[in-house]
């Protein structure tokens, strides 16, 4: 793997809350057009890695590069204009602005503003639910139409990695599918993805590698093909 082709890289990453130590001693890379998932039980510290990348908790030891930059110096809002972009668990969106108010504010750190008006529209036609509802408010949007629209949202700033935590939590299988068939079109466009997924096997079948996490600490990497059939694996994570 060649230096140049690596987009982000964590190196021995480490993060307490208080007391509690969530992730130990890290080590991840992510190659620019590449598809990454991280897999483990609730409090395995996937999450948590999103959350120090995007600069939500600090490191206790380690560090973090972004195209080669040492981002623990930036702030959070900082790194969405280096192209790093995170569409939180839960989603985020602001219920009490309409669709269109949403999608603007993702593109609140450019200045462009010709291109992002094309770039609004080509969300609208990407996401054809969100065009149909985009003067609605956005807490009247079903539970996939607002993952959507988190997508989208994100999209906005023109990322280079995006970081997606849980996209399928609570959906139904038909959109659950609809929303990886958009992170496959992703993938196709160049955009970089670290996933966090309860779905393992949705996760692994999009993914080119995946680490597996247990209480914070690292227990197996390696290509998601190879994953999927390790029995380890198999026997705690894909049913």
Same mark, same amino acid.
């Given at each position: 793997?060649?230096?140049?082709?690596?987009?982000?890289?964590?190196?021995?990453?480490?993060?307490?809350? +208080?007391?509690?130590?969530?992730?130990?001693?890290?080590?991840?890379?992510?190659?620019?057009?590449?598809?990454?998932?991280?897999?483990?039980?609730?409090?395995?510290?996937?999450?948590?890695?999103?959350?120090? !990348?995007?600069?939500?908790?600090? =490191?206790?030891?380690?560090? !973090?590069?972004?195209?080669?930059?040492?981002?623990?110096?930036?702030?959070?809002?900082?790194?969405?204009?280096? +192209?790093?972009?995170?569409?939180?668990?839960?989603?985020?969106?602001?219920?009490?602005?309409?669709?269109?108010?949403?999608?603007?504010?993702?593109?609140?750190?450019?200045?462009?503003?010709?291109? !992002?008006?094309?770039?609004?529209?080509?969300?609208?036609?990407?996401?054809?639910?969100?065009?149909?509802?985009?003067?609605?408010?956005?807490?009247? =949007?079903?539970?996939?139409?607002?993952?959507?629209?988190?997508?989208?949202?994100?999209?906005?700033?023109?990322?280079?990695?995006?970081?997606?935590?849980?996209?399928? =939590?609570?959906?139904?299988?038909?959109?659950?599918?609809? !929303?990886?068939?958009?992170?496959?079109?992703?993938?196709?466009?160049?955009?970089?993805?670290?996933?966090?997924?309860?779905?393992?096997?949705?996760?692994?079948?999009?993914?080119?590698?995946?680490?597996?996490?247990?209480?914070?600490?690292?227990?197996?990497? +390696?290509?998601?093909?190879?994953?999927?059939?390790?029995?380890?694996?198999?026997?705690?994570?894909? +049913?």
């Amino acid at each position: 793997m060649s230096l140049d082709s690596q987009l982000l890289v964590l190196e021995n990453v480490s993060v307490h809350y +208080g007391q509690i130590q969530a992730l130990r001693q890290f080590n991840l890379t992510i190659q620019a057009g590449e598809c990454v998932t991280l897999i483990g039980a609730n409090g395995a510290g996937k999450s948590t890695t999103l959350k120090a !990348i995007s600069r939500l908790v600090n =490191l206790s030891q380690g560090q !973090i590069l972004y195209q080669g930059r040492n981002i623990q110096r930036y702030r959070a809002e900082s790194l969405v204009s280096f +192209g790093l972009a995170h569409v939180p668990e839960g989603r985020r969106i602001l219920s009490r602005l309409t669709v269109l108010d949403n999608l603007k504010l993702g593109a609140y750190c450019r200045q462009d503003w010709p291109q !992002i008006k094309a770039d609004l529209a080509q969300q609208l036609q990407f996401f054809p639910r969100l065009a149909e509802r985009q003067h609605q408010l956005a807490g009247t =949007l079903s539970g996939g139409e607002q993952q959507m629209l988190a997508l989208a949202r994100a999209l906005m700033s023109r990322p280079k990695l995006l970081l997606l935590d849980e996209p399928s =939590l609570g959906l139904a299988p038909v959109i659950v599918q609809e !929303i990886f068939r958009i992170l496959r079109e992703l993938r196709q466009q160049g955009i970089s993805l670290l996933l966090v997924e309860q779905n393992a096997n949705l996760a692994l079948a999009i993914a080119d590698r995946g680490y597996v996490l247990e209480s914070g600490e690292l227990i197996v990497s +390696g290509k998601a093909q190879d994953l999927a059939e390790d029995q380890r694996v198999k026997q705690a994570y894909l +049913g």
